[in-house]
């Protein structure tokens, strides 16, 4: 399954009372184990790849701290540097308030 999420194949199967049909989760957690690397590995070779993962990864959280943690989470599992958003984009997207902007909306295009 590879070194991201571990082979629990590697876990020997156990039953609460004998004769319990085996758990339908082992599969699922296959599955689930093989998109999730499947992901990984298209992310390391395609900037697309890279970027919807990133999106996938920060769905719902929009700071730039999970932006910067999440880069660096796929940076550490192999993902290109040069496929994920780099400090000047997400300067842009999260752009810093100065004392003479302070106050000042920010509109959609990040510009006050």
Do not use: C, K
């Amino acid at each position: 399954m590879g070194a991201f999420l571990g082979d629990p194949l590697d876990v020997p199967l156990s039953r609460v009372y004998e004769g319990d049909p085996p758990s339908p989760f082992r599969r699922v957690w296959l599955d689930f184990a093989a998109a999730v690397q499947e992901a990984l590995d298209q992310a390391r070779i395609d900037p697309d790849g890279a970027r919807q993962l990133l999106a996938l990864l920060i769905m719902g959280r929009r700071s730039r701290e999970v932006h910067e943690r999440e880069i660096a989470f796929l940076q550490d599992n192999g993902v290109p540097a040069g496929f994920l958003p780099d400090v000047a984009e997400l300067d842009r997207l999260f752009p810093v308030a100065t004392p003479e902007r302070a106050g000042q909306p920010v509109t959609a295009t990040g510009r006050r």
